[in-house]
Structures are given as structure tokens and as C-alpha cells.
């Protein structure tokens, strides 16, 4: 049985309006004015609310927006009731949220034609909440899923690593790992899929098992090129619902000091030389190549570099740095250098800090996109 709440200074208006409506089994509840009618709503609930326009204390479109600001009843579909027919008034109404209208004199079966109306859009937009918030636990628990999986942090004698992994509100194609594909070489990458939302997550997954299990066929995984040619031929767009990805890898010889890297359009891997004094020495590593999956016959390509000791890498992906302010401006990779200079220089690092750093330059900060970063330091 609906629930329907009447809101009106006027008894004799209450009364006609409850007798027709009880007669076709809706519950009625009854309020005198506008106050009134606000503790009732949030006691009862109700699916549908008749509000006349003038009242005194709290008047009808008062009423309506507190309403509509309310979510435990932002479903509840709200008619105005009022004698004012001009449209001038119904635009009032409607920007204070008013669904509907009824003018007076009530006619009986317009009355019930637009509560049945009413009942129907309230019922479709109960449902389309519960879906929201069902599509919302499953990508919260996507996200579980895909924390449940990255690699902890490794400490090692000949480097350490640290990774932060920040899912956005709609989750989307960011995931990283680092592996021993020996006693001496170490293979880390970070990749970012195209998009939001599942069909995003779930080749980032299947990237991690291929390269886990070395399930790719007849790739060299020392050889970062090699690793690049064969996702660009498993994940191409129209195998894998059109979606493609941007990835550095690279291996890391401990024993040489040496690592070789490819990238396929993901942001440089950003390598911090200590220098004389506190000087720093910036290397952007990247290297030219489309993203993974959109075009079959891609020719990848490898460098190379020394790492020095107490150097240190970062790995990330560009959610962290397209962050916009209220003011339109991003982020941007210059300004997340700078930032990535000022953390180095802190003693006891770690990536809570960093992110600490560019909250402090934008104190709204909430990312719209994954955010994920590894940071390497070579001992």
C-alpha cells in the first residue's frame, strides 16, 4: 500500500482529498502546514507528496526543496497544489523541484490519474537507486579484488619498493606488479586501460595473470619490447570489447645495475639522480609507442640506463597528476615533478606523504581517475 502524504492549511481541502485517495487503498497521512509536513515526511517516507502552494510559515516551494534536498526522499514524487496557473509560477515550481502540478479546482480523476502517475515514476526511480547502489557495491568490492592481488611492498638488499593504488568512485583500468624473473632480474610495469567501470578492470587483471604466468607464447620477458609486441597482439581493440591500454615495463638487473624499459603511451617513469649536494638529476624514461591494442602491426622499442645508487624511480599513472582545481588548472606532470623533487629530499619516505603533498596544493583533491604509483629506490 503507497504511502501519501497531503500537506494543506486548508481542512476541507485535506478531507476531500483523503476521501478520494483512501478510496483507492492508499495509506493517507494528514499534515496542517509546512513544518508539519517536513517531520511527517521524514517519520513516514511517503512514496508521493501533495503540497499545496500557500501556506503559512513554510510555503509550498520552501517545502519542496527541502524535500528534494533530503536523501533518504529523493524518490518521493512531490505535486504542487495551486490556484497560481501562470507559467511563470510553474517555472518556480519546477526549479525548486516540484514533479507535478494540480491546479484548483481539484478535479477527482485528474487527481488520481496523476497519482497513479506519480507511484509509477516513483517505483522506476526506487529501482534505478537500488541498481546504482548494487553497480556500487560491485565495483567496490572490484576494487577489493584488484588490492587483494598487487604485490606488497619488497624490501631487498639491492633496492626496496613501495606502491599506492587509490581506486576512483567509478574504479577503473589501473594495476601494477613487480616479479623476479630470476635470482638477478626484476621485472615492474604499470599499465592503464582505457575508460571506467569493469570492462576497464578486467583486462588490467588478465594483463597481471599473463605476465604472472608467463602465459604470453613465444615472448622473451628480459626483452621489455618483446613483452609489448605480445600484449599488442593479444589485446587487440576488437578482441577485447575495444578497449586498449598504455604500459612501461622494465627489467632491472641488480647485478649490472643496468635496466632496460619500453613504454607504449604511458607517462615517462621518472628517475631521481642524486647529484652533488642536495641536487637532483631528473631522466624521463620513455620511449616512442602507441597504446596497446590499437593497431596490430606496432614495432616496439627498448633503451636503456644505469642506475646509480640511493636513485630512485616512480612509476605512475596520469590520474595523479590530471587533477584539477576549482579553478580549471591541472596538476600536470611539471608541477608533479616538483613535488616528486620536494618528497625526496624527506626523510623516512613514504607514498602517503606524496600524495599528503599534492593534497596540500589542492585541499579538495578527490581524483577522477585511479591513481596508482610504484616507487623504486636502488640502494
Known amino acids: 500500500m503507497a504511502q501519501i502524504l497531503i500537506i494543506d492549511d486548508d481542512v476541507a481541502t485535506q478531507l476531500l482529498l483523503k476521501r478520494t485517495l483512501a478510496s483507492q487503498g492508499y495509506d493517507i497521512t494528514l499534515a496542517s502546514d509546512g513544518e508539519e509536513g517536513l517531520l511527517k515526511a521524514m517519520e513516514i517516507r511517503p512514496a508521493l507528496i501533495i503540497c499545496d502552494w500557500i501556506m503559512p510559515r513554510l510555503n509550498g516551494l520552501q517545502v519542496c526543496r527541502q524535500i528534494k534536498a533530503t536523501p533518504e526522499l529523493s524518490t518521493t514524487f512531490f505535486i504542487l497544489l495551486t490556484s497560481l496557473g501562470s507559467v511563470e509560477d510553474r517555472v518556480k515550481g519546477l526549479d525548486a523541484g516540484s514533479d507535478d502540478f494540480l491546479c484548483k479546482p481539484i478535479d477527482m480523476y485528474e487527481l488520481q490519474a ?40 619488497l624490501q631487498h638488499k639491492s633496492l626496496a619498493i613501495d606502491a599506492q593504488f587509490i581506486p576512483s568512485k567509478k ?38 595473470n599473463l605476465l604472472r604466468s608467463r602465459g ?26 575495444d578497449k586498449y591500454f598504455t604500459i612501461w615495463y622494465g627489467v632491472y638487473n641488480q647485478k649490472k645495475r643496468e635496466l632496460i624499459y619500453a613504454s607504449a603511451g604511458h607517462p615517462p617513469a621518472i628517475l631521481l639522480v642524486p647529484e652533488s649536494g642536495k641536487n637532483l638529476q631528473e631522466i624521463r624514461l620513455r620511449t616512442p609507442g602507441i597504446p596497446i591494442g590499437m593497431f596490430p602491426h606496432v614495432k616496439y622499442v627498448n633503451d636503456y640506463c644505469f642506475i646509480n645508487s640511493r636513485s630512485s624511480l616512480y612509476l605512475f599513472s596520469d590520474g595523479i597528476y590530471e587533477v584539477e582545481q576549482s579553478d580549471g588548472l591541472l596538476l600536470g606532470l611539471e608541477n608533479l615533478i616538483m613535488l616528486l623533487k620536494k618528497y625526496q629530499k624527506v626523510s623516512s619516505r613514504n607514498l602517503n606523504q606524496l600524495l599528503q603533498f ?6 579538495q583533491l578527490e581524483f577522477e581517475d585511479d591513481v596508482s604509483m610504484v616507487q623504486i629506490d636502488f640502494f
Request: proline share 5%; glycine share 6%; net charge negative.
Open 114 to 153: 496523476r497519482v497513479r502517475a506519480g507511484l509509477r515514476l516513483h517505483q522506476l526511480s526506487r529501482d534505478l537507486q537500488q541498481q546504482k547502489q548494487m553497480l556500487e557495491a560491485e565495483l567496490a568490492e572490484a576494487a577489493e579484488y584488484v588490492i587483494s592481488i598487487l604485490p606488497e611492498p
Open 171 to 208: 574504479l577503473g583500468g589501473d594495476s601494477f606488479d613487480y616479479f623476479w624473473l630470476d635470482a638477478n632480474n626484476l621485472v615492474f610495469y604499470l599499465l592503464d586501460v582505457a575508460g571506467h567501470g569493469l570492462r576497464a578492470c578486467l583486462p588490467s587483471l588478465s594483463v597481471i
Open 216 to 241: 604470453l607464447s613465444k615472448v622473451n620477458y628480459y626483452q621489455p619490447n618483446d613483452v609489448l609486441r605480445g600484449l599488442n597482439q593479444t589485446f587487440q581493440m576488437s578482441d577485447r570489447n
Open 358 to 363: 599534492i593534497k596540500e596544493w589542492h585541499p
